[in-house]
């Protein structure tokens, strides 16, 4: 994520009619400040809690190279009257594509000789994207998705930044060449030397304050409109505006307003340039200390960091101040890890991510800091024989050489992905299991094309059908004897452990979905010519069990209309500080109107809350006080409410840990503590409050504590705390005789 290059900021420039980007010493000020960007960024990775907003060094990374690279623009344009676009193109692959393309590749072997294959494949789709500059697109759409992002984070995440730079790398030039040379009176001509007129090209003319003007209201225009989009985008889908470059661009931007007024800020008087310097670093490590992952972040909030930055880099100006922020920034070490910077910021994520995925759990914060450690090494080493001799040797001198550099670049990922993929599918063929189509439940309303798919694989042979107990309860027990527990896990299971995240119920427009959106369509599923109309209400953990609910209300005679929405979850309703409880406590006002005007014959709620028995007392009292009143509201206008107790919470993820090397059925089973037991009385007796009644689900999945991943040889979850879509349509029957009981 090498933002420009400090050492391009020397280059001479001719005399010009006006003094732009004046031409000073190498900043060593710039370079500390890299570092400072870089350690906390790779330090609050490594989970140090401290630096909680550690990921704003990103956005001071964003200031400086607006601020390097626009000033490199208008020196060389000074210089030779022109944009040279293939001369910055060729440069920019010289400088980030030699240590970006490696570290993709390896990062693409260690996650196939590291990372379960399901792992890997993500790992290798996402360096695709990354190669192509498009990795913040691909983690905006898993961001925004509210089961995907759940999972483990990508290797390859932290390539978001470097695409984010290089779309707005696509457009700036252009913007320069317009402002500079295109919009200007003599654009199509030009005198030469012996005063006579000739027809010109937008490229040969003089850089004078007038396009200097004008570039300054283009990227005034520019800041101004991608600011106020982010503060849009931020309030209503967070995770899009956290990745998206038309919500970092104007940080870009600011840095490159910097430099376009670099001439008149350097006349500031040094004394006070000096205090500005160390006020912008004061306010990044606020930043860092205060900021943490609840921020709503980038939105307006993004403008401290990089008002901070900017304070920095404006202090630097000129001549400077001995007693200013460079006093501590041009210092070493500092200067040496901005010199690394880039290449650290590339090696310590994936070290960090394949690090925590192999061991399973989240890593110490003495381990992470021994992996960064381990990346630094590896990053001054890489500095010295890759970065270096590729950015400033002969090899890939010339703009002809350095423009060769995308497409080797390109295609050398794209084979090392491929074989990758292919090895992954040579797995997955291996696994696969006969499937049996269903059909699908029957949808009405305004809901065209929506369905709940049914059980798409065969029911387990080995699931009891028999017994003085449920046979789902002697399925679970026997998934709980030393003897299984013992044994190793089969290379099949149903659904094969790649399929786990298909089948899931698509309620397209039925839900708003995980984002700000708080409204929906109010859809029909079930039986269609039914008067009795029953509502499940919740979150992601409603729609889990849409499918054998719908199966149901279609068998029964019921009309089923989801009123769900992901993500809001139960603790986060009412209190916290969630970035999203806004929009849920948004929703959750909407949705009581909407069950008000239904009048339904029954309510079924399906909220989690089994993963806040993990946390404190206040997590706990959230999860209970948000269904004490969402009962209470709703029971003002429904027949029957019935409370669908939450599924317990797993301690692994069933892909990583039916997935490990040498698993047994042991590794994959989850013991629940007594928190549990108190969020479930809770609930019980909030039922028995409100003329409610509560229905426990964890029968079908614990016995006594323990709780299986696997049970018969079914997969009974989707992630750590959504059931999978085979087990809940198998879970039908069982469902049906509760709600005959407690809904007739």
Known sequence: MRRGDAHDYSVSAPETPIDIAPNQPFRGDIQGLRAIAVLVVALNHAGVTQLSGGYVGVDVFFVISGFLITGLLLRRSARDRKVGFGEFYAARARRI?????????????????????????????????????????????????????????????????????????????????????????????????????????????????????????????????????????????????????????????????????????????????????????????????????????????????????????????????????????????????????????????????????????????????????????????????????????????????????????????????????????????????????????????????????????????????????????????????????GTPIPLKLNPPVQSLADGLYDPKSCSPGFGATTSSDICHLGDPDATRKLVLFG??????????????????????????????????????????RPACEAWQRWAFDQVEQLQPDAVVIAHSYSESARFGDEIQAGSVATVQREVAAISKHAERVVILGDIPFLDRNPIDCLLANNAKFGDCVTEISSSLDYLENAMQQTATDNSARFVSTRPWFCAGTSCPTVIGDVIAYRDKSHVSPVYAALLTPALTDVFNSVLQ
Not at 254 to 276: H, K, N, Q
Not at 344 to 367: C, K, N
Not at 541 to 567: C, Q, S
């Open 97 to 485: 594509l030699p240590i970006a393309t490696f570290t993709l590749i390896a990062t693409t072997v260690a996650s196939w000789y590291f990372l379960n294959f399901i792992r890997a494949q993500s790992a290798f789709r996402d360096s695709i994207w990354a190669t192509f500059f498009a990795a913040n697109v691909r983690f905006s759409r898993i961001g925004t998705d509210y089961f995907a992002s759940a999972e483990p984070k990508s290797p390859i995440q932290h390539f978001w930044s470097l695409a984010v730079e290089e779309q707005f790398y696509l457009l700036f030039p252009l913007i320069v060449m317009a402002s500079l040379f295109v919009f200007r009176k003599d654009a199509l001509f030009h005198y030469d030397d012996n005063g006579h007129r000739r027809r010109g090209r937008f490229a040969r003319q003089d850089v004078d304050r007038a396009a200097i003007r004008r570039l300054t209201l283009a990227l005034t225009i520019l800041v101004i409109t991608s600011l106020a989009w982010s503060v849009y985008e931020t309030s209503q889908n967070p995770a899009a505006a956290y990745f998206s470059a038309l919500t970092r661009g104007w940080e870009l931007g600011v840095g490159a307003l910097v430099a376009v007024g670099a001439t008149l800020l350097a006349r500031i008087p040094a004394v006070a340039r000096a205090m500005l310097s160390w006020l912008g670093l004061a306010i990044i490590f606020a930043s860092v200390v205060v900021m943490n992952e609840s921020t709503a972040f980038p939105g307006y909030l993004a403008a401290i960091p990089v008002a901070g930055a900017a304070l920095v880099i404006i202090g630097g100006l000129g001549e400077g101040h001995p007693l200013g922020a460079k006093l501590i920034l041009s210092a070493q070490p500092l200067r040496f890890i901005g010199d690394v910077s880039y290449s650290f910021y590339m090696w310590h994520w994936p070290i960090l991510i394949i690090a925590t995925q192999r061991a399973g759990e989240r890593l110490s914060v003495t381990d992470g800091l021994r992996l960064l450690t381990l990346a630094f090494a590896i990053s001054v080493v890489t500095y010295f024989v890759i970065e270096q001799p590729l950015h400033r040797g002969k090899l890939l001198s010339g703009t002809r050489r350095g423009l060769t550099v995308w497409p080797i670049a390109i295609s050398t990922v794209l084979v090392a992905a491929i074989v990758g993929l292919q090895a992954v599918q040579r797995e997955i063929d291996r696994r696969t299991v006969p499937v049996a189509i269903a059909s699908t439940t029957t949808t009405r309303g305004n809901t065209s094309g929506t369905t709940v798919p049914a059980d798409t694989t065969n029911t387990p042979s080995t699931l009891p059908v028999t017994g003085p107990t449920s046979p789902y309860e002697q399925a679970v027990e026997a998934s709980t004897t030393s003897e299984r527990l």
């Open 539 to 580: 979150d992601s953990h409603a729609r889990m069990w849409v499918t054998p609910i719908a199966d149901y209300a279609k068998t029964n005679n019921w009309d089923l209309i989801p009123l769900f929405k992901e993500g809001c979850v139960a603790s986060n309703i009412g209190s916290g500080d969630d970035k999203n």
